[in-house]
């Protein structure tokens, strides 16, 4: 094999591309470098968990932690400005900053108030860009654009608009098929650039951990129908493929069907018109090779 990649347990947040003797690196398609090691710099390895860090985008990085006195804080790392580091006291149980802003999302509860209530500032200008109290418990978030932030909650999903004053998170839709089940995990949600189409992942075992189920539900806000699809991952981009003409509104995604070997990964065109005389929305599938315990 001319490469080997190896996750370092002791370093979380980085991956390490180790070439081979025989491989020159600078002809490699990619470079994968350290670019910081949040343990070097105080954070503890107990935070190092799904839901507790996150990083939305390659600008910010944050993490609940613990202070040394044992209280609880937010730490946010700055990779755009020397990977500066920012430490605050707060109560909030998880903690999101937005992708470009500098922008702070804060998730808790409130004792004897069900649910969750969010909380979101601009840190640059101190002002509280909102507030929500969330009926039931959010299971998971991300933000989705600039000053769009997504909520899934244990039946349906919301996306708020921040950068509307007073705004309150709307219903979108709701969780359908295996992902509206007890025992799915939420583990990601997309929306393409439009916020026309929406995408939420979550994963599953029907024999106690020994395999991992993955399902999907895509969904067109236009014509408000969806579509279940088995597999672990997608994604959406606009992307160039056809010299001359705009980017395409692309969905991609790895399908994986319950019980069977064989992974395909899918990329296709969601956003193209359709109809009698237009030519076929751009479209590719192929398999994808996977070692047999992945």
């Not at 470079?31 to 990083?55: C, E, K, P, S, Y």
């Not at 922008?103 to 909380?119: E, R, W, Y």
């Amino acid at each position: 094999r001319p490469a080997r990649a190896r996750r370092n347990t002791a370093e979380p947040s980085s991956l390490i591309l180790r070439p081979s003797a025989a491989m020159d690196p600078s002809a490699m398609p990619v470079n994968l470098a350290v670019t910081i090691n949040l343990a070097d710099h105080g954070v503890n390895a107990q935070a190092f968990r799904f839901g507790n860090l996150t990083m939305e985008s390659d600008k910010f990085i944050a993490v609940k932690d613990a202070a040394p006195d044992g209280s609880s804080q937010v730490v946010t790392i700055d990779m755009h400005n020397g990977n500066a580091i920012s430490r605050r006291p707060m109560k909030a149980e998880a903690c999101l900053m937005a992708p470009t802003d500098n922008i702070m999302a804060l998730k808790g509860s409130t004792d004897g108030t069900p649910g969750n209530f969010v909380q979101v500032f601009n840190l640059d200008s101190k002002e509280k860009l909102g507030v929500h109290q969330c009926p039931v418990k959010i299971v998971f978030w991300r933000w989705i654009a600039p000053r769009i932030l997504a909520l899934v909650c244990d039946s349906d999903i919301y996306h708020w608009n921040l950068a509307v004053a007073n705004s309150q998170p709307e219903k979108m839709f709701q969780r359908a098929g295996k992902l509206a089940e007890a025992g799915a995990q939420i583990i990601n949600y997309a929306a393409n650039s439009a916020m026309s189409w929406c995408l939420l992942t979550g994963i599953s075992t029907q024999d106690q951990g020994k395999t991992i189920d993955g399902n999907m539900q895509l969904y067109s806000v236009e014509k408000k129908q969806q579509q279940m699809l088995e597999g672990h991952a997608g994604c959406f981009g606009n992307v160039l493929v056809v010299d001359g003409a705009a980017p395409a509104g692309l969905f991609a995604f790895q399908e994986r069907k319950q019980g069977t070997p064989q992974t395909r990964l899918h990329i296709m065109d969601v956003t193209a018109p359709r109809g009698e005389g237009l030519p076929p929305p751009f479209k590719v599938n192929s398999e994808i090779q996977m070692p047999p315990e992945a």
